[in-house]
């Protein structure tokens, strides 16, 4: 059991849970490796992925994470619905509520949308990113492949580089991280850090050089190309010359330092190709933690106290 019903936000989640979630997705990676990717935990539960806005990894690893632990899956995608009929968001749900549906996993160009969910159905509520609020699932997947690759948080130091302002990734990471006891320091264009974030006990620095030079490892936020046209940032060039975490950059440590993204990347704008492909890089790692993490989230949420084989 989690101390909250829902999985929403990481902002109030004590590092007991966070650890718990973390040592059960060590566990599901273990399944992972099996001839048999499969367990019956979840074997009568139906859960939907109610997803409004495009996604990849998210989308892909709760269907597998669901299909894993035996769920039943129903996928929802908002282009085909009849909210293009008109009906409201608030309808849809209860429609799709009356159906006994046991968990919602959503995704929401909306921030608070998810906890907006909450009010309208019984089932138990997973954020799957909701706006550039937060991406809870997404930070217990990056908090799980750091604890991986350094088997401890004691004395680590995260640096996050890129747009802050725009990206639920940071807020969840934060939250986790400094929960967790890790030193954060952030990175990128002074408009693009939220102002009076110091408050929740990280680190500002502009200079890229020097954030890699203290950090251990380094989670690499995209640039938002859709968001570019409103002049987020005054150039590619320009944003890859001061921020990118470029080869030479790389190439001029005199140390490992750990590259993660929770992608899509833009390859030679915020991060170089080479260094994406690199034995710095475990963001394909943090792909396939993605479904493990999510399937320790949702049996903890929903198995009522089965063991994981059972
Ligand atoms: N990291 C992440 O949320 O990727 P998707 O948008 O592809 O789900």
């Known amino acids: 059991m989690l101390s909250n019903k829902h999985f929403i936000s990481l902002k109030d989640t004590p590092k007991e849970d966070i650890m718990k979630l973390i040592e059960t997705g060590l566990s599901f990676r273990e399944v992972l490796e099996r001839p048999v990717k499969k367990v019956p935990t979840l074997s009568g539960k139906n859960i939907l992925n109610l997803f409004f806005e495009n996604s990849t990894r998210t989308k ?3 269907e597998l994470a669901e299909k894993r632990l035996s769920a039943d899956v129903t996928n929802f995608s908002a282009s085909s619905s009849s909210l293009n009929k008109g009906e409201t968001f608030r309808d849809t749900v209860q429609n799709i509520q009356v159906m006994k549906i046991d968990c919602i996993v959503m995704r929401h160009p909306s921030p608070g949308s998810s906890l907006q969910l909450t009010n309208f159905v019984d089932s138990i509520i997973v954020n799957g990113g909701d706006g550039c609020h937060e991406h809870p699932t997404q930070a217990m997947l990056d908090v799980m492949s750091l604890y991986e690759k350094f088997e401890t948080f004691k004395n680590l130091k995260v640096a996050i580089i890129g747009d802050i302002l725009h990206s639920r990734v940071a807020l969840s990471n ?7 006891g890790v030193e954060v320091t952030l990175c990128g264009p002074p408009h693009l850090i939220p102002i009076g974030i110091q408050d929740l006990g990280v680190d500002i620095n502009y200079n890229v050089d020097e954030v890699l030079e203290w950090a251990d490892a380094i989670n690499v936020l995209r640039i938002q190309r859709e968001r570019m046209g409103i002049g987020l940032i005054p150039s590619v060039r320009e944003y890859r010359e001061v921020f990118g975490i470029t080869s030479k950059r790389i190439e001029n440590l005199k140390k490992e330092i750990v590259i993660m993204h929770p992608g899509p990347i833009n390859r030679g704008v915020e991060l170089d ?8 890089s475990i963001i394909l790692n ?10 320790s989230i949702l049996y903890h949420l929903l198995s009522e106290g089965d063991t994981i084989n059972d």
Request: proline fraction near 0%; hydrophobic fraction near 50%; charge should be negative.
């Open 60 to 62: 892909m690893s709760f």
């Open 174 to 180: 934060i939250y986790a991280l400094k929960t967790l």
């Open 273 to 280: 190709g080479d260094v994406a492909d690199s034995d710095n």
């Open 286 to 295: 943090q792909v396939l933690n993605g479904v493990a993490m999510r399937m």
